[in-house]
């Protein structure tokens, strides 16, 4: 019994890690729209370290993340990272506008006219689990580097986790001795 019991166990767990998409990726071009109708590509900040959080505007874990991301920014933004955030509940742009006026990130915050867009980015379907926050983080070369699992990732939503990684991927490179 013991041994069907582990076995269940390990698979559901490799089950969770295929679902995972390789790492690290290019990151796709994808268009932000913010409330105001500005539009934002994704790339126009290569170069930056970006975290980008897939959120709910009325999602309580979603807004404290906004809040952590504000606090990053001030920390780390004059060494190159950006956190950009879209939303992905309906009707968006009318939730937008409500979050902002009441959280007041520090960085944009959009959303896809598309939820396909949002499952393609995350490489999730309709018919999967997940929760939100998502976060990906992208590197200065436009690589995906690191993503929540589909429930989520302690790593990447620890506030002192991200604050590493963050500085990590600042970092200037290390040039190693021949």
């Known amino acids: 019994m013991r041994t069907l019991a582990l076995f269940l166990a390990l698979s559901i767990a490799s089950l969770s890690l295929l679902a995972q998409p390789p790492m690290p990726r290019k ?25 980008l959080a897939f959120i709910m505007t009325t999602c309580p874990h979603c807004q404290a993340e906004c809040g952590v991301l504000s606090k990053l920014q001030s920390e780390l933004g004059s060494k190159g990272f950006q956190p950009l955030a879209i ?3 309906d ?14 990130p520090s960085f944009p915050v959009g959303y896809l006219p598309e939820r396909q867009t949002v499952l393609d980015y995350l490489h999730v379907s309709d ?4 929760v ?12 995906i580097v690191a993503q929540s699992a589909p429930q ?7 506030e002192d986790k991200m604050r590493k990684l963050l500085i990590d991927l600042l970092s200037p490179p290390k040039i190693g001795k021949s």
């Not at 018919?127 to 997940?130: A, I, T, Y």
């Not at 939100?132 to 690589?143: E, F, H, N, T």
């Open 27 to 51: 990151a796709p071009e994808i268009t932000i729209l913010e409330p105001s109708g500005k539009q934002t590509l994704l790339s126009s900040f290569k170069g930056k370290v970006v975290v």
């Open 87 to 89: 939303a992905i509940n």
């Open 91 to 104: 009707p968006t742009g009318p939730l937008v506008t409500g979050f902002m006026q009441t959280f007041h």
């Open 127 to 130: 018919n999967d689990r997940w």
């Open 132 to 143: 939100v926050p998502q976060l990906v983080v992208i590197d200065r070369k436009g690589m």
């Open 152 to 158: 989520g990732s302690e790593e990447l939503q620890n």
